[in-house]
């Protein structure tokens, strides 16, 4: 029997413990502080055992997960290493920052215990076991930074195990994870918080501003509503590799008040024209930064009884939805229905039988 203990069974940790929870020869055990944490661990059957004690947790795993925020990582680690852990056995993290955690854990290197950094590209603005999915990491990028001390029996090891998330694992260099996510999930939330406050500034002298801010603004701020200290740990943790960043944001930025400044229409194009091609080039639909959830927009007329309609629908054809969003709902607009899927099959499913059924159907 193979024992996997998750310290921090939160969103992330919770997500990984019901990818492995009645799998054949895994046993799950959870840890928190809290008695009433280790309860609600328990009665939601997201482990198999959980308890107060890290020794009890920790001892006889073969693997530790370290599920808690960025700044939490290295004083747990360090209690983590004062137990008593089973030799061999491996020690990972889903920290979003992969430098300092990495370098902490070789810098403390036990020579019997192995430490591989992990970085699960997938996750969601919301957080606590609450939101815990085992399809959390389905089709997701899995960033694991092992280093040149890592024995590739470990590192082997961890990613046969991780075959149970159903992502996909890759291998980085600690550093150049911190650049790239950086760039493409660091700035994105410091963007929306920015872009959110700025409007809601406004909005304290003309209360239109958020009455017509629309879907257009909603998608591209959802991110803006995360954990405040998560993300505050992870940006003090990437300080310096996101100050550069803004430094070229502002960049960015300075150009199109350049283009206004000068009325230069074809410039403007030109950058949309270049954003453009590269965003087409993105992978379809991928789990994870940006998007977290199979989602599809539907064009409803707004007559009473249509939500059931659709739900009717979809019920029929055993297609299930795991959330319904109705994101307007005027007499002088069609509404328009967000409906969230877990998996990309229930969703392609689900954008053929309303096309069918003449349904407006967006993505
Ligand atoms: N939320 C997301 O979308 C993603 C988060 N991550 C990383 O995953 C880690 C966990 O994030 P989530 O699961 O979203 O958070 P969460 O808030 O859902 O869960 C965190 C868990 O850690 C525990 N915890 C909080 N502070 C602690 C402390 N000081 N000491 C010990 N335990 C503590 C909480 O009780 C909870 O069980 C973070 O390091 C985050 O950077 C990585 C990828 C995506
Ligand atoms: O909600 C989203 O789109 C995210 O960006 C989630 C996320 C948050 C933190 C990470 O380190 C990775 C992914």
């Not at 990972?92 to 920052?97: E, H, L, N, P």
């Not at 430098?99 to 919301?126: D, L, W």
């Not at 200290?229 to 996101?242: A, G, H, K, T, Y």
């Not at 959330?323 to 990309?344: K, M, Q, T, W, Y």
Request: net charge neutral; proline share 4%; aromatic share 6%.
């Amino acid at each position: 029997m193979i024992k996997v203990a998750i310290f921090g069974v939160g969103l992330m940790g919770g997500s990984l413990a019901l990818c492995f929870k009645g799998k054949p020869g895994i046993r799950v055990a959870g840890h928190s502080n809290n008695p009433a944490q280790v309860e609600k661990y328990l009665k939601r059957g997201v482990v198999d055992e959980a308890s107060t004690s890290m020794q009890e947790v920790a001892e006889d795993a073969d693997f530790i997960f370290l599920c808690t925020p960025v700044g939490s990582l290295e004083p747990y680690l360090d209690k983590l290493l004062r137990c008593k852990l089973k030799p061999g056995c491996i020690v990972t993290d889903v920290g979003s920052t992969k430098s300092s955690i990495t370098k902490y854990a070789r810098s403390k290197a036990v020579p019997y215990v192995h430490f591989i950094g992990g970085h699960p590209m997938a996750g969601s603005e919301r957080s606590g076991v609450e939101a815990a999915s085992s399809h959390l990491y389905e089709n997701a990028y899995y960033v694991l930074t092992p280093d040149d001390a890592t024995p590739a029996e470990a590192y082997d090891r961890l990613v046969e195990l991780l075959r149970h998330t159903r992502a996909h694992i890759v291998r980085v260099d600690a550093d150049r994870h911190d650049e790239i996510v950086g760039a493409i999930s660091h700035l994105p939330h410091v963007i929306a918080v920015a872009l959110v406050n700025q409007v809601a500034g406004y909005n304290e002298r003309d209360g239109l501003y958020q009455s017509l801010a629309a879907g257009g603004f909603r998608d591209i701020t959802r991110i803006a509503s995360s954990h405040p200290d998560m993300w505050r740990d992870i940006l003090l943790n990437n300080r310096e590799v996101v100050l550069a960043l803004l430094r070229d944001w502002n960049a960015e930025i300075a150009k199109f008040a350049d283009m206004l400044e000068r009325s230069d229409g074809d410039g403007i194009v030109r950058e949309f024209k270049r954003a453009g091609a590269f965003r087409s080039q993105l992978p379809e639909r991928r789990k994870g930064v940006i998007t977290s959830i199979y989602d599809v927009y539907v064009d409803v007329p707004d007559h009473p009884g249509i939500i059931g309609q659709i739900a009717t629908l979809l019920g029929n054809s055993r297609i299930n939805l795991s959330n319904i969003h109705i994101i307007e709902s005027r007499a002088d607009v069609p509404g328009v229905l967000r409906l969230s899927f877990r998996n990309e099959t229930d969703l392609e499913a689900a954008i053929e039988l309303l096309k069918r059924h003449r349904y407006e159907v967006r993505q």
